[in-house]
């Protein structure tokens, strides 16, 4: 891997407040091999903003939002959370951190994905509860009480005891959210999280993320609902061959943009959708 | 053919099943655990105990169940452990066993999408817990079915421990035999035996089975 830039100064602990971004990404870029999958990436997330990616497949969107979390490694430049350097030493040069030292990071980064990837083994209100008990350390008790709460706040407290082979997909993705806001996460990332999704069944969990958003959850969406891109957002990236090809409000990228590839993709998009 | 011949030998062939059962079931114990510890030492401990396991995998899984047992049996005083027949059974059964299920469980293993660790992952799980708590129970579900059937092997193997002289099944039912020479009376009613043994185990594999998928 080439070598690393680093800024020559860092932001600081010392940085009060809310002057610090939930998520700066800078420089960042990643290869498989000779494939640049992404390319000088800067992304600034501020708190309780809702920011999506949008872009063709293959534009490397869920790798970026990956590399957030550390699932997926950034060879160059480098992402923070909260100021924190996400997956390496904050230190010259930087030594890769190993998953036991990112989960300090995780256990406030909450992920959705676009398989749910619920337990199958646990019921809903389990699934739910697992992480409070092995992550937050909280007794069984008081997990199932506060896991039915979550349960609760994503309309589904009548499916507690429901396994998830039983549960429809869209209730399948809103267990998967309740079981990342039981963590109290401070930023939350979703993974085309209605991509596998009848499309009857993409209006509930829409619904719960307008919710979230509402309540002011900072929010990273890979998604290829443009109407909750255009209607919940309040940045938009749009992504194309791993560059960040079109960046602003939903209003400046959906109908002030002059850029062709994001015209094409819109048009791409309508023409799809339309009948 | 004398069939009081074989209710005269009952007791002594029923008394002899159930040490052929406990004997198996002590093995499979230890196979479990054996199996469990290496599989998860060859995924998740490096190169070396990679290395380590796939040597123990292969020695238990390419010699004769009856030649590890005599070695076990043979070799161990030499170095100064004196064991006991059923000591050295219940541990050869148990090492071969072992390979088996290591084999079972890494093939289960597989068979678990990648989101499911992932997503325990994202949240923050120690490795341990995302261990006991997602993957193995998983694993355990989709290898039921081989692991009763590893059982069933088990059982049957098991009258190999015969050859050191643990008056298992097969060792009693020689014995009987040979003192009232009617062989062919004697090793019909331990086939049954045996038979009825391993169709209660089946029957409990498919009970298992149909539980877990309610869940």
């Known amino acids: 891997m080439t070598a690393v830039s680093q800024t020559a100064t860092p932001p600081r602990a010392t940085v009060q407040g809310d002057a610090v971004p939930m998520v700066s990404i800078r420089g960042v870029g990643k290869s498989f091999g000779t494939n640049e999958v992404l390319r000088d990436i800067d992304l600034t997330v501020n708190k309780s903003e809702v920011v999506c990616l949008i872009g063709p497949s293959g534009s490397g969107k869920s790798t970026l939002l990956r590399c957030i979390n550390f699932l997926e490694v950034y060879d160059r430049g480098e992402i923070r959370i909260e100021g924190k350097l996400v997956g390496y030493s904050d230190e010259t040069p930087r030594r890769r951190l190993s998953n036991r030292d990112l989960r300090s990071l995780r256990r406030n980064v909450g992920m959705v994905f676009q398989q749910f990837n619920l337990w199958p083994h646990m019921t809903a209100l389990e699934n739910v509860a697992e992480a409070l008990v092995q992550v937050r350390g909280m007794d069984k008790a008081a997990a199932a009480a506060h ?24 209730q399948q993705q809103r267990v998967a959210i309740a079981r990342v806001i039981a963590m109290e996460p401070h930023l939350m990332l979703f993974d085309e999280p209605t991509s596998a999704l009848d499309p009857e069944l993409v209006g509930e969990v829409l619904q719960v993320m307008r919710d979230l958003a509402a309540d002011g959850m900072t929010m990273v969406v890979v998604t290829h609902e443009m109407g909750f891109a255009a209607n919940v957002a309040d940045k938009v990236a749009f992504l194309d061959r791993g560059r960040i090809a079109a960046f602003g409000t939903p209003r400046e990228v959906f109908h002030e943009s002059t850029e062709p590839r994001v015209q094409q993709f819109l048009q791409t998009y309508h023409e799809r959708n339309s009948f | 053919m004398k069939f009081s011949v074989i209710i005269d030998a009952l007791p002594y062939l029923l008394g002899a099943a159930v040490t052929t059962i406990w004997v198996s079931l002590l093995g499979v114990l230890l196979g479990q655990v054996i199996g469990v510890i290496v599989c998860v030492a060859r995924q998740s401990g490096g190169r070396a105990a990679d290395m380590a396991g796939g040597v123990y995998v292969s020695f238990f899984r390419g010699v004769p169940l009856l030649i590890q047992l005599l070695l076990i049996y043979y070799m161990l005083p030499l170095i100064g452990i004196d064991v006991p027949p059923l000591v050295a059974s219940i541990a050869a059964l148990g090492l ?3 390979a088996y299920v290591s084999e079972i469980y890494r093939g289960a293993l597989n068979a678990v999408p990648h989101g499911q660790s992932e997503a325990a992952l994202a949240l923050g799980f120690p490795g341990q ?15 039921v079915p081989a692991l009763v059937n590893e059982l069933i092997l088990l059982l049957k193997a098991s009258s190999l421990i015969s050859v050191v002289g643990v008056a298992e099944l ?14 062919l009376e004697i090793y019909l009613a331990a086939g049954v035996i045996y038979l009825a043994i391993n169709s209660a185990l089946a029957l409990f594999g498919t009970l298992v089975e149909r539980r877990l998928q309610q869940a």
């Open chain 2, 129 to 143: 817990s995302i261990w006991t708590r997602i993957l193995l129970p998983q694993a355990f579900r989709i290898s």
């Open chain 1, 147 to 170: 896991a039915r709460r979550m349960l609760d706040r994503v309309g589904l407290a009548a499916k507690a005891d429901a396994y998830p082979a039983r549960l429809s997909g869209g």
């Open chain 2, 170 to 183: 097969t060792r009693t039912s020689q014995t009987i035999s040979a003192s009232n020479y009617r062989p």
């Open chain 2, 96 to 98: 071969a066993s072992g």
